[in-house]
Structure formats: structure tokens, C-alpha cells
């Protein structure tokens, strides 16, 4: 059974620093992802990573700020994200998809987690 569990949100101050964390299991994902939603809004693309890790994709909001890894001998993802706004506040979620390309697109993603949290307080 396919599962994403998702760790490490909270309530940080403006330009402080949070990294999220994702276990995967049931299946070694190519492409895996971070995506969230804050309230009221729809579900956005964050930033996306090749099974090697030497391709990264990032959400314009998010370049510069954070930065997406991942550990594949523990099936983990992570997300450092750095200089956090307050308009970073948002349900994150990390994604997962059988296909290779990094892509943006929410509904190409096949394996979805069940959120975490992240509250930036200014």
C-alpha cells in the first residue's frame, strides 16, 4: 500500500526557517513533489525532483527560498524553506507520480500525502 506522510510544519516567525519532511512507502516514486494550498485558495505547485536528484523544478514563489532534496536509501523528501513570508502559509503536501518528467500540473500526480501544516506569523 502506497503511502506519503508528511512532518515538520508549524508556526515560524517572518524570515525564519522550516523543513518539511516526507516518508514514503508501498513504492519507490520517480518524480515526487511539494505542492500547497493555502486557505481559500486552490492547490499550487511548489517545487518538484527527479528520482537522482539531479533535476529540480521550482514554483517562481519559491526559487531562491527553497529548496527541494531528497534521500532515496529512506525513501524521504524534504523541503528547507528559507526567508519564510507570511503569505507562505499554506496546507503543504507532498506528491508523488510513475512518470519521470517534473511536472507542475497537480493532476499528473498519482500518490498524494495527507498534509502539514506550515503557519508564518509577521
Known amino acids: 500500500q502506497v503511502q506519503l506522510v508528511e512532518s515538520g510544519g508549524g508556526l515560524v516567525q517572518a524570515g525564519g526557517s522550516l523543513r518539511l519532511s516526507c516518508a514514503a512507502s508501498?513504492?519507490?516514486?520517480?518524480?515526487m513533489g511539494w505542492f500547497r494550498q493555502a486557505p481559500g485558495k486552490e492547490r499550487e505547485f511548489v517545487a518538484a525532483?527527479?528520482?537522482?536528484?539531479?533535476?529540480?523544478s521550482y514554483a517562481d514563489t519559491a526559487k531562491g527560498r527553497f529548496t527541494i532534496s531528497r534521500d532515496n536509501a529512506k525513501n524521504s523528501l524534504y523541503l528547507q524553506m528559507n526567508s519564510l513570508k507570511s503569505e507562505d502559509t499554506a496546507v503543504y503536501y507532498c506528491?508523488?507520480?510513475?512518470?519521470?518528467?517534473?511536472?507542475?500540473?497537480?493532476?499528473?500526480?498519482?500518490?498524494w500525502g495527507q498534509g502539514t501544516q506550515v503557519t508564518v506569523s509577521s
Open positions: 506528491a508523488a507520480r510513475r512518470g519521470h518528467s517534473l511536472i507542475s500540473d497537480l493532476r499528473e500526480y498519482d500518490y
Open positions: 508501498g513504492h519507490t516514486f520517480s518524480t
Open positions: 525532483i527527479s528520482w537522482s536528484g539531479d533535476y529540480t
